[in-house]
């Protein structure tokens, strides 16, 4: 599927030839960490997707990922404040990996967002860091964190990159339940 990343890549008009590269370099970063996950997806969008460069009163995030478009949009006046542009760039390609008409990852008609963007902060941030001091989401991330430990890694991994955040609420309640049971022994104990 890598090679068809790179033939999608290559017949995009939209994209500078240096951001072909990078587009790649990080898919493959991503791919060598996440070989299970189906690119089929990032490949049908890669072949069409835009860069776009948007004044703050567009879009007030320093990045995007537009699905109605399929673009990504940068904030050129966030940029400017020294963001890591291959982390922002990381950012949205899961987004676009994860893209589901007009959801991404656990968003499902904009009701998940601050988790949704938590959790793509810390995937981007494992993936290739941030060399920047500026955080993008960090309190999202937290709290993504939070409910991952919760849940399990295999479960918030698997309801992100198939668009199923009813696995989260699923795994919370029973943890819940659990949870309850543990606190109920504790409260009779005393």
Not at 42 to 57: A, D, H, Q, Y
Not at 133 to 150: K, S, T
Request: hydrophobic share 40%; net charge negative; charged share 25%.
């Amino acid at each position: 599927m890598i090679d068809q990343i790179k033939l999608s890549l290559d017949s995009n008009p939209n994209l500078s030839d240096e951001m072909r590269d990078m587009i790649y370099g990080l898919t493959v970063v991503f791919n060598k960490t996440f070989p299970e996950v189906r690119l089929k997806n990032l490949s049908e969008k890669l072949k069409t997707l835009k860069i776009n460069k948007v004044s703050r009163f567009a879009q007030s995030r320093v990045v995007n990922y537009v699905p109605a478009t399929n673009s990504i949009e940068f904030n050129l006046d966030e940029l400017v404040k020294g963001h890591d542009v291959k982390h922002l760039l990381m950012y949205s390609l899961l987004q676009v990996i994860t893209s589901n008409g007009n959801n991404t990852g656990f968003d499902e008609d904009h009701k998940y967002e601050a988790l949704n963007a938590g959790y793509t902060e810390i995937l981007a941030s494992n993936l290739v860091g941030n060399e920047s001091e500026n955080q993008y989401f960090a309190p999202e991330a937290v709290e993504a964190n939070i409910i991952g430990i919760m849940v399990g890694a295999d479960t918030m991994r698997d309801a992100y990159f198939y668009n199923k955040p009813s696995a989260i609420f699923n795994a919370l309640k029973e943890a819940g339940v659990e949870l309850w049971a543990i606190c109920l022994q504790r409260i009779l104990k005393k």
